[in-house]
């Protein structure tokens, strides 16, 4: 259910429930409702779902599955050490 | 509402069969085809139309003549790169040099609907001009047919090609074999995204323009080099994986394609994740497919990416084995699945 | 894509896929709630780097299968008058009702337009003030705070040609009736990441405890997937039963405030039946009264609804994880995408769909990765 795909604003106008902006998805470009996440601002990455972005992409939070993968690899190597 | 707890029921509804056409049956996918089979080959079969490729080759008099018609029907007119009347002669040209031939004379017919502004039409057949002078063909007979208003969107283009075939063996799907090495003359899906760019409710922003162009000079160009081609497809409505399938079918062979080699912009990628597409089924309008053995592979690669409209030309995967007509396709993570036919037209999903 | 790329790394998937091999010592069966991530499981094939006996099934979460036929009836039904321009998102128009669906409606002559948002349907209103515009509102906690907002501002713009016909669904009941059911085999859920992300996954704390379950909250892309999997596997195996956040890039316990509250403000829960599951209370959405000038059902009054009939469709199993496709007889003959059954097969999302298109046959057959040329061939 709900596709959602992490766009970057690149633009923002009006405020409350009309605050808007212009997304940017790898070079499509479209207006997105912006006026359930006040917190985002310009450069910041949202997860947009049918026209409205619904969370701000949180960059630190993001890189955590590949550190989270890396921990796998090292515990698995400490595993294999160990036998 | 007050439901009673938790009652379970399995229904749903009974099938629905299609006693009128949909919009999907034009979608270039299953349903299209059940159509054509259903329809049309049963009315018309004879030997040519069996061969079931872009046009029919016959021979007349000693010269080896192509002959192909299409139809054009796009909404809007006018769209990021193009616009009808260069899709009508391109997509016909296209079709044509599917079967090794030359290009030489094309028929345009409109059926124009009431209303429709003079200038609209008068631009519409500009750019065919344009566009047939770049393809080196002749628009030489036409006919003009108005409709009542709202029995038509605006304008539709039929278009019929001659073409001479300069191949010196037929390039259709019954010479595929296995080993056959398959390219994509450029990257996918740039026509139907423009095309989408421009719809009402779906429009957005976007530098894409379409990739309509004339596919005659790149597969002359192959022809002359000495390259053997097994078989063209040009990789139109319903995409690259319609196209792959349609050849898996009739030649009766499976095919294996690698979805990491098959070049799409970043642009095209964005906007298909944005509506739920596929890239692989997303239209193309000049761009093929080809089958060529694995001997005269790298030969037909350094040709392709000799000239202007094959400048993207890449090796997107073989022909596997007889038998099993199916398209098997890795997925980026280096998995594998079926790669289907579409059935309809790939909708945008929300979810 | 960025967020998106990087997170359809073979190498990584594969590791991921290696390590829940090195943790998985009994079978497991764990439910993806998600359409969307069904729909990733199958086109990524991710299933297939799952050791054996570890078993994804596929849940209810796509809004597309779950909506009544009653609704899509009445959908059928406004979308055909002269007066009406009916909006919808795109996969809802192939859903069959009891006799025909949306495209057919478009086929013969009614104005139904397929829209990217809520909001274009609700522009479309007022370039069209002489018509009246119906959007069909389906979708799970991730759509309502966008349907909720369209119907706002067309009562606080004073655009009263626009209405809404609502077939909302909540995920927390439906989960809650899977693991209810004296049928069910899911022991772990792979949580909806977008429905949480505006919803937060507080709800699921006691869900979690009541039927000792573990829940992880989950992305969308292989790799959340897989990690998604391995956490609720790794739990699974300790006796663990908790609520897990994978997909913490964008969702947050409490998930999104002012889209929550833009649905309170609309929105009242009430009771909803899931096609093919069954009547469920607590379950759904409806327009709260102070917004039903803008309810499409109460606008055009409809004719006595059909009901729906029994087939040999297995929909309400399918949904509910108590069986996959492939074990329906009718999967693939008499039922495919151009001729569906039920909504499992129409929407792409829906898990019949889905098995269609990717797995119709397993490929059996496998070329050598280089150079396949001279071995392949030989007849099977």
Same mark, same amino acid.
């Given at each position: 259910?709900?596709?959602?795909?992490?766009?970057?604003?690149?633009?923002?106008?009006?405020?409350?429930?009309?605050?808007?902006?212009?997304?940017?998805?790898?070079?499509?470009?479209?207006?997105?409702?912006?006026?359930?996440?006040?917190?985002?601002?310009?450069?910041?990455?949202?997860?947009?779902?049918?026209?409205?972005?619904?969370?701000?992409?949180?960059?630190?939070?993001?890189?955590?599955?590949?550190?989270?993968?890396?921990?796998?690899?090292?515990?698995?190597?400490?595993?294999?050490?160990?036998? | 509402?007050?439901?009673?707890?938790?009652?379970?029921?399995?229904?749903?509804?009974?099938?629905?069969?299609?006693?009128?056409?949909?919009?999907?049956?034009?979608?270039?996918?299953?349903?299209?085809?059940?159509?054509?089979?259903?329809?049309?080959?049963?009315?018309?079969?004879?030997?040519?139309?069996? =061969?079931?490729?872009?046009?029919?080759?016959?021979?007349?008099?000693?010269?080896?003549?192509?002959?192909?018609?299409?139809?054009?029907?796009?909404?809007?007119? $006018?769209?990021?790169?193009?616009?009808?009347?260069?899709?009508?002669?391109?997509?016909?040209?296209?079709?044509?040099?599917?079967?090794?031939?030359?290009?030489?004379?094309?028929?345009?017919? $409109?059926?124009?609907?009431?209303?429709?502004?003079?200038?609209?039409? =008068?631009?519409?057949?500009?750019?065919?001009?344009?566009?047939?002078?770049?393809?080196?063909?002749?628009?030489?007979?036409?006919?003009?047919?108005?409709?009542?208003?709202?029995?038509?969107?605006?304008?539709?283009?039929?278009?019929?090609?001659?073409?001479?075939?300069?191949?010196?063996?037929?390039?259709?799907?019954?010479?595929?074999?296995?080993?056959?090495?398959?390219?994509?003359?450029?990257?996918?899906?740039?026509?139907?995204?423009?095309?989408?760019?421009?719809?009402?409710?779906?429009? $957005?922003?976007? =530098?894409?323009?379409?990739?309509?162009?004339?596919?005659?000079?790149?597969?002359?160009?192959?022809?002359?080099?000495?390259?053997?081609?097994?078989?063209?497809?040009?990789?139109?409505?319903?995409?690259?994986?319609?196209?792959?399938?349609?050849?898996?079918?009739?030649?009766?062979?499976?095919?294996?394609?690698?979805?990491?080699?098959?070049?799409?912009?970043?642009?095209?990628?964005?906007?298909?994740?944005?509506?739920? $597409?596929?890239?692989?089924?997303?239209?193309?309008?000049?761009?093929?497919?080809?089958?060529?053995?694995?001997?005269?592979?790298?030969?037909?690669?350094?040709?392709?990416?000799?000239?202007?409209?094959?400048?993207?030309?890449?090796?997107?995967?073989?022909?596997?084995?007889?038998?099993?007509? =199916?398209?098997?396709?890795?997925?980026?993570?280096?998995?594998?699945?079926?790669?289907?036919?579409?059935?309809?037209?790939?909708?945008?999903?929300?979810? | 894509?960025?967020?998106?790329?990087?997170?359809? &790394?073979?190498?990584?998937?594969?590791?991921?896929?290696?390590?829940?091999?090195?943790?998985?010592?009994?079978?497991?069966?764990?439910?993806?709630?998600?359409?969307?991530?069904?729909?990733?499981?199958?086109?990524?094939?991710?299933?297939?780097?799952?050791?054996?006996?570890?078993?994804?099934?596929?849940?209810?979460?796509?809004?597309?299968?779950?909506?009544?036929?009653?609704?899509?009836?009445?959908?059928?039904?406004?979308?055909?008058?002269?007066?009406?321009?009916?909006?919808?998102?795109?996969?809802?128009?192939?859903?069959?009702?009891?006799?025909?669906?949306?495209?057919?409606?478009?086929?013969?002559?009614?104005?139904?337009?397929?829209?990217?948002?809520?909001?274009?349907?609700?522009?479309?209103?007022?370039?069209?003030?002489?018509?009246?515009?119906?959007?069909?509102?389906?979708?799970?906690?991730?759509?309502?705070?966008?349907?909720?907002?369209?119907?706002?501002?067309?009562?606080?713009?004073?655009? &009263?040609?626009?209405?809404?016909?609502?077939?909302?669904?909540?995920?927390?009941?439906?989960?809650?009736?899977?693991?209810?059911?004296?049928?069910?085999?899911?022991?772990?859920?792979?949580?909806?990441?977008?429905?949480?992300?505006?919803?937060?996954?507080?709800?699921?704390?006691?869900?979690?405890?009541?039927?000792?379950?573990?829940?992880?909250?989950?992305?969308?892309?292989?790799?959340?997937?897989?990690?998604?999997?391995?956490?609720?596997?790794?739990?699974?195996?300790?006796?663990?039963?908790?609520?897990?956040?994978?997909?913490?890039?964008?969702?947050?316990?409490?998930?999104?405030?002012?889209?929550?509250?833009?649905?309170?403000?609309?929105?009242?829960?009430?009771?909803?039946?899931?096609?093919?599951?069954?009547?469920?209370?607590?379950?759904?959405?409806?327009?709260?009264?102070?917004?039903?000038?803008?309810?499409?059902?109460?606008?055009?009054?409809?004719?006595?609804?059909?009901?729906?009939?029994?087939?040999?469709?297995?929909?309400?199993?399918?949904?509910?994880?108590?069986?996959?496709?492939?074990?329906?007889?009718?999967?693939?003959?008499?039922?495919?995408?151009?001729?569906?059954?039920?909504?499992?097969?129409?929407?792409?999302?829906?898990?019949?769909?889905?098995?269609?298109?990717?797995?119709?046959?397993?490929?059996?057959?496998?070329?050598?990765?280089?150079?396949?040329?001279?071995?392949?061939?030989?007849?099977?």
């Amino acid at each position: 259910m709900c596709l959602g795909i992490p766009g970057r604003i690149l633009e923002i106008g009006g405020e409350g429930v009309t605050r808007s902006g212009r997304v940017d998805f790898s070079g499509i470009v479209k207006d997105v409702s912006l006026a359930f996440v006040p917190e985002a601002g310009l450069g910041d990455y949202v997860i947009v779902h049918v026209g409205f972005a619904i969370a701000r992409v949180d960059e630190a939070e993001a890189s955590r599955v590949f550190r989270y993968i890396d921990e796998m690899g090292e515990l698995k190597e400490l595993e294999d050490g160990g036998r | 509402m007050s439901p009673p707890k938790q009652s379970i029921s399995l229904s749903c509804p009974v099938p629905i069969t299609h006693s009128h056409v949909l919009l999907a049956h034009g979608g270039g996918g299953r349903l299209m085809h059940r159509l054509i089979e259903d329809v049309f080959l049963s009315a018309f079969r004879n030997p040519l139309i069996e =061969t079931r490729h872009d046009a029919a080759v016959a021979v007349l008099s000693g010269a080896r003549l192509a002959f192909t018609t299409d139809s054009y029907v796009v909404n809007p007119l $006018f769209f990021p790169g193009g616009d009808i009347g260069v899709l009508a002669v391109n997509g016909t040209v296209n079709d044509l040099a599917m079967a090794g031939a030359r290009p030489i004379y094309l028929s345009a017919s $409109f059926i124009i609907e009431e209303g429709l502004p003079v200038e609209t039409l =008068t631009r519409v057949v500009r750019s065919m001009r344009t566009a047939s002078d770049e393809a080196g063909v002749q628009i030489v007979t036409g006919d003009t047919k108005v409709v009542d208003r709202g029995k038509g969107d605006g304008l539709f283009i039929n278009t019929s090609g001659v073409g001479l075939v300069e191949a010196r063996h037929p390039i259709a799907p019954t010479r595929v074999r296995p080993g056959d090495a398959i390219l994509v003359s450029g990257d996918l899906g740039r026509h139907g995204i423009a095309v989408m760019s421009a719809r009402e409710g779906l429009e $957005f922003e976007t =530098t894409l323009e379409s990739d309509t162009a004339p596919l005659a000079s790149l597969v002359l160009a192959m022809i002359d080099s000495g390259v053997e081609i097994h078989c063209l497809r040009d990789l139109t409505r319903g995409g690259l994986a319609s196209a792959l399938n349609e050849i898996a079918e009739a030649a009766g062979v499976s095919i294996e394609i690698d979805e990491r080699c098959v070049p799409i912009r970043d642009q095209v990628r964005g906007a298909c994740e944005l509506l739920g $597409f596929d890239p692989l089924y997303v239209a193309n309008e000049g761009r093929f497919a080809a089958f060529v053995p694995e001997a005269d592979f790298e030969r037909a690669r350094d040709v392709m990416k000799a000239h202007p409209l094959g400048a993207g030309a890449a090796l997107i995967g073989r022909v596997s084995h007889t038998g099993d007509p =199916t398209v098997v396709v890795s997925s980026p993570i280096g998995t594998r699945r079926i790669l289907d036919m579409l059935s309809g037209e790939q909708l945008p999903r929300i979810c | 894509m960025r967020f998106v790329d990087e997170y359809r &790394d073979s190498d990584a998937a594969a590791e991921v896929a290696t390590a829940i091999g090195r943790i998985t010592t009994k079978p497991w069966t764990i439910m993806e709630v998600c359409g969307g991530q069904t729909h990733a499981i199958v086109r990524f094939g991710i299933d297939q780097l799952l050791p054996k006996g570890l078993t994804l099934v596929h849940g209810p979460g796509c809004p597309v299968c779950v909506t009544p036929i009653e609704l899509i009836d009445a959908a059928i039904e406004i979308a055909s008058r002269d007066d009406v321009i009916f909006c919808s998102f795109g996969d809802m128009l192939r859903v069959p009702g009891s006799s025909r669906d949306l495209l057919a409606v478009k086929a013969s002559g009614g104005d139904v337009r397929i829209v990217y948002s809520p909001l274009d349907a609700l522009a479309l209103a007022k370039r069209q003030p002489a018509k009246q515009v119906v959007f069909f509102a389906v979708g799970f906690e991730t759509t309502a705070p966008a349907n909720a907002m369209a119907v706002y501002r067309a009562r606080h713009e004073g655009v &009263d040609n626009f209405s809404v016909l609502v077939a909302h669904v909540l995920v927390p009941p439906a989960m809650s009736s899977i693991l209810a059911s004296p049928n069910n085999r899911v022991q772990g859920f792979l949580a909806a990441g977008h429905v949480c992300a505006v919803m937060g996954y507080t709800e699921y704390e006691p869900l979690a405890q009541c039927f000792r379950v573990p829940i992880v909250v989950t992305g969308f892309e292989p790799l959340d997937i897989l990690q998604g999997v391995y956490l609720c596997v790794k739990q699974l195996e300790n006796g663990r039963a908790e609520v897990e956040n994978q997909y913490a890039r964008t969702v947050r316990r409490e998930g999104n405030a002012q889209a929550q509250a833009m649905v309170l403000e609309v929105f009242e829960v009430a009771g909803r039946t899931w096609r093919g599951i069954g009547d469920i209370p607590g379950s759904g959405l409806a327009l709260r009264p102070r917004y039903a000038s803008h309810d499409a059902l109460q606008r055009f009054p409809l004719q006595q609804l059909a009901q729906s009939r029994d087939t040999e469709c297995i929909a309400g199993e399918i949904l509910l994880g108590g069986k996959n496709p492939t074990d329906c007889p009718a999967f693939g003959a008499r039922c495919t995408p151009e001729h569906p059954l039920g909504a499992p097969m129409v929407s792409s999302e829906g898990a019949c769909a889905a098995y269609y298109r990717y797995r119709r046959s397993p490929p059996t057959h496998y070329l050598p990765r280089k150079g396949g040329g001279e071995t392949n061939g030989a007849p099977r």
